[in-house]
């Protein structure tokens, strides 16, 4: 029971280069999330799954996009890359409230 | 507009003290409150929550504390180990459950426990 696992766990990119972040979980969760943590800012909500096929946006969805296709993935996506972008996300899925998250990717846009 | 505040950055305890985290909250809608325990290179892990209907919850050597008419809530660890060291977030929500519950994180809090 691997939990949720997060690939890549650093990428670099350039300004306008696309990327895909993928979160993977093995626990039959229905809810999934991505967060982004930004020094002195908190973890703030991307957007978020409800089940395999919905997506919605949560709090800063600008210039993300994502896509559950199956259920036990979640996959965001950059389409053109912002140095404004560059942080750290985590991605979580969820039971009956209680939130269980990913290691991380760490990304940096130049 | 930080619904969610941890207003000190940092804390740091002798081993076996014990360790006070404060938390503050804007919104008198959140009825749910969680603290997340944070190592480097990890995701945040779930450490202890509490609802509105009380005003303290216990696990271990955590106890959350809530005070609802001042918007504030604690987290305590007693004794304080080196393994505690990391960084606490607390996190907020409005109902229990669900998909659309979408916490609210503070910005978090590093514990340094000095052996």
């Known amino acids: 029971n691997a939990g949720v696992t997060q690939t890549p766990k650093f990428r670099v990119l350039k300004t306008g280069q696309s990327m895909t972040l993928l979160c993977a979980q093995d626990?039959?969760?229905?809810?999934m999330y991505w967060y982004r943590q930004d020094p002195g800012m908190g973890l703030r909500l991307i957007h978020y799954?409800?089940?395999?096929?919905?997506?919605a946006k949560g709090e800063v969805p600008d210039g993300y996009n994502v896509s559950r296709l199956k259920k036990q993935n979640f996959l965001l996506g950059l389409e053109s890359a912002a140095p404004s972008q560059t942080s750290v996300y985590f991605c979580?899925?969820?039971?009956?409230?209680?939130?269980?998250f990913g290691p991380g990717t760490r990304l940096l846009v130049l | 507009d930080q619904q969610v505040k941890q207003n000190s950055p940092s804390l740091s305890v002798q081993e076996g003290r014990i360790s006070i985290l404060n938390c503050d909250y804007t919104?008198?809608?959140?009825?749910?409150f969680l603290w997340y325990k944070k190592y480097p290179a990890e995701g945040p892990t779930f450490l202890i929550s509490?609802?509105?209907?009380?005003d303290k919850n216990e696990d271990g050597r955590f106890t959350v504390f809530l005070n609802k008419s001042a918007k504030h809530l604690s987290l305590h660890i007693v004794p304080s180990q080196p393994g505690d060291s990391a960084v606490y977030f607390c996190?907020?929500?409005?109902?229990?459950?669900?998909?659309?519950?979408?916490?609210?994180f503070g910005t978090g809090t590093l514990l340094a426990v000095q052996p």
């Open positions: 979580a899925s969820s039971y009956s409230g209680r939130k269980y």
């Open positions: 509490i609802s509105s209907i009380k």
């Open positions: 626990m039959n969760h229905e809810y």
């Open positions: 996190a907020a929500s409005h109902g229990l459950g669900g998909a659309t519950n979408k916490l609210i």
């Open positions: 799954s409800v089940g395999e096929g919905t997506t």
């Open positions: 919104n008198s809608m959140f009825d749910y």
